[in-house]
């Protein structure tokens, strides 16, 4: 690989008419990292990996992948990297070997070495034994494994996955974390990731990107991140009787740094959450409300995200399984 980073982006950007899908987006990757882009519907994550993995030309700015331009050598892009769609790609009607040998086939790799890389592969993901089945019988867990297994039989420098996660079950979630993992140990695969799972960002990634509505919003590590919103602990009290003036007497509490006002609720950041707790209960009682619930957890990235974009990506996610899996944009289209 050319250069120092695995990946180096400047103010890359992609309008669909009028509207723009990535806006002016900057950063870089170092080799052998795990990077996350993690986003809401819509924020233009997919736009983001299309364009740095060729399926998409930018509208402006420059991405070096691989020490290569995508705009000016795609095709030599493309030989050092693995893309893993959002919607899954493999054949239904072919075994797992047969989609796994096809897709060495495409990249010129002879039968020998295809052959002991395919079964190496199906080994590592757990599927050597139904690796003779057609893929129509696999669970979502098992297909992704497979999809992610297949575009490694070319051994690209670069992994880039589209939510890889999206609308498994928790369980086979893990499997896909422990094989991600796994990948990354050796230091000698960089891989990209979008996600708008926290949790995916926050075990997976040494670094997350928060995108919305095209723009990078924040950058850091998980921990960097949290560290950077004011208050270490958010409290979420249901409160009878909520009126601007409770709000008000909360806001005056010296350990309380942000207030939101949602229905019933209001979510507290505030430092040392569960010593205050306490202080933040009389003060609700003293202007008149009461207590329905109250509960205390420590900032998580979900916590940055609703601070910088005072919006939750939870409230997006069911009906974004529902619509998805299977889903996508047809080949060739927007370009
Ligand atoms: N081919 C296209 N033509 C027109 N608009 C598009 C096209 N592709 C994406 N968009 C728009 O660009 C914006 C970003 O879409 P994109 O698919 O990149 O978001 P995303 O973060 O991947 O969302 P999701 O979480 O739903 O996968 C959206 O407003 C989308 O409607
Ligand atoms: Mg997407």
Redesign the pocket.
């Known amino acids: 690989m050319q250069g120092t980073k695995a990946i180096a982006v400047h103010e890359i950007t992609r309008k ?2 009028t ?1 723009t ?2 806006d002016r987006i900057s950063f870089e990757v170092d080799r052998g990292e795990f990077f996350g882009f993690l ?10 990996i299309r364009m740095l993995t060729t399926l998409l030309v930018p509208t402006g700015g420059k991405a070096v992948v691989a020490g290569f331009d995508v705009a000016e050598d795609p095709s030599e892009v493309r030989k050092h990297i693995g893309v893993v769609p ?1 919607a899954m790609t493999s054949d239904l009607d072919l075994t797992g070997r047969e989609n796994m040998d096809i897709y060495g086939r495409f990249y010129g790799i002879r039968a020998r070495q295809r052959k002991e890389r395919v079964e190496r592969l199906l080994e590592m993901v757990g599927l050597a034994q139904r690796a003779d089945d057609l893929v129509a019988t696999y669970s979502g867990g098992m297909r992704r494994r497979l999809e992610i297994a297949r575009v490694l039989v070319h051994r690209p420098e670069l992994l880039f996955l ?2 890889p996660t999206i609308g498994l079950d928790p369980q086979s979630r893990r499997v896909v974390w422990d094989l991600l993992r796994k990948l990354t140990e050796g230091g000698s695969i960089t891989i990209f990731l ?1 996600t ?1 799972y926290m949790e995916e960002a926050e075990t997976l990634c040494g670094r997350v990107a928060i ?1 919305d509505a ?1 723009r990078i919003i924040a950058m850091g590590s998980p921990a960097e991140l949290k560290a950077g919103i004011p208050g270490n602990d958010i409290i979420t009290l249901r409160v009878g009787g909520l009126t601007g003036e409770i709000v008000q007497s909360i806001k005056k509490l010296p350990f309380v740094h942000n207030v939101g006002m949602e229905d019933e609720s209001i979510r507290v950041s505030a430092d040392n959450g569960a010593e205050n707790l306490p202080g933040l209960i009389d003060a609700v009682r003293a202007s008149g409300g009461t207590i329905l619930s109250a509960s205390v957890h420590e900032q998580s990235l979900e916590d940055v995200f609703i601070h910088y974009t005072g919006k939750s990506i939870r409230e997006e996610e069911a009906r ?1 399984i529902n619509f ?1 899996v299977g889903a996508g ?1 047809p080949r060739g ?2 370009r």
């Open positions: 669909f008419g509207a899908a990535v986003g809401p519907n819509g924020a233009g994550k997919t736009t983001l959002q589209d939510e979008t708008h995108i095209g974004k998805l944009i289209f927007g």
